[in-house]
């Protein structure tokens, strides 16, 4: 199993940034799902201080494995793709980096904004990114819904995309970036 | 008489000098009086402050309607004694949904408690000012406390002015403020430091 990439399969790193990407965001859905339901009181605080702190652990993932990926050769997008679904591809891509940055920063700021600073964990507190601002709080709070469901028909046009390679087109696509398949 | 001119001017600058003697010193800063100084807050200038964590990260509120008086019978606070009242149900920590869990009654229950006080009939000297000695009431629940603090006097345009600031560690699980889920301490510390930076006037008794 290789660390890096090759131009036929994705390294065992980038495979694992992938996965566990995958995994603190079903994390995180379920965190602010629970959040959601509850009135104010110690619970609803809990789950909300662990969704911040799993949301900063996504954000430092997400710019390590961006560079990561320019250190590396990376698995090209096969070669008998029609226009569209090269555009589409590279859209979805492109607008996952996007989504998975601006989830994170938003949820920050909207925190700054409520004069709550964010805490990593208990170990340690983040800087403020914007000045204590009901108004501005509100409007991250919808933006920060509204970029989720962004984000959820992304990855929807995503895994689409990832299980017609497989089952349509019948490459290698998908499996290159799961571990334990050889080819 | 012969003297009866002399006589007079002996006896108005007699009379005279008299009433300088009796007359009050130009202002400076005026000594305690026998019975004593007694000192209350100017709330304008004032403030009472507290420090918390909140999920790991600290925040401040303030409590802006509270009461001091200081009373010494000497020409510092040594061997006086001083009383603070607090309103708890006006504290503010700046929001609105927090202010109102803060005064809920599994926290500070300001419906049962709307006063804190703190209470000290000792003040003694130390090495960095002073320390009050007292009883500290919080949501009904009463313990000894002490609380150091700074203190000077200031002519102030024929006001004696006491400039008084200190701070103290109070945790609040030690007076009931967490009842329920609320005794957990990783969403609100245990700790809280309480500070205050005071304007007291001089008045009468």
Sequence with gaps: MALRNTTRRWGVIAQTFHWVIVALLIVQVTLAEMADDLPLGVRKLSLLARHKSVGITILVLVILRLAWRSANVNPPLPDNLKPYERKAARFTHVALYVLLAAMPLSGWMMSSARGFPVSWFGFFTLPDLVPKNRALYDWLMMTHHTLAWVLFAVIALHVAGALKHHFVHKDDVLKRMLPFTHH | ?205
């Design chain 2, 1 to 205: 008489m012969r003297y009866a001119r002399l006589c007079l001017a002996l006896a108005a600058a007699l009379f005279a000098a008299a009433t300088m003697a009796a007359a009050p010193p130009p202002a400076a800063a005026p000594a305690a009086t026998a019975a004593g100084s007694h000192f209350v807050v100017d709330p304008a200038k004032s403030s009472l402050q507290f420090t918390f964590e909140q999920a790991g990260a600290a925040s401040t509120g303030r409590f802006p309607r509270f009461g001091v008086t200081l009373d010494f019978p000497g020409a510092d606070p040594a061997g006086g004694r001083l009383e603070v009242t607090v309103e708890v149900a006006a504290l503010d920590t700046g929001d609105k949904d927090r202010d109102d869990t803060l005064k809920s009654d599994d926290l500070f229950a300001v419906k049962k408690f709307p006063e804190a006080r703190f209470s000290a009939q000792q003040i003694v000297k130390t090495a960095s000012g002073y320390e009050a000695a007292g009883k500290l009431t919080i949501r009904g629940v009463t313990r000894d406390a002490r609380v150091p603090f700074t203190f000077r006097e200031a002519a102030e345009g024929g006001v004696t002015a006491g400039y008084m600031a200190g701070k103290t560690l109070v945790r609040r699980l030690d007076f009931g403020v967490g009842q329920g889920e609320w005794k957990a301490t990783d969403q609100a510390g245990n700790d809280v430091t309480v500070s205050f930076t005071l304007r007291l006037t001089r008045a009468a008794h």
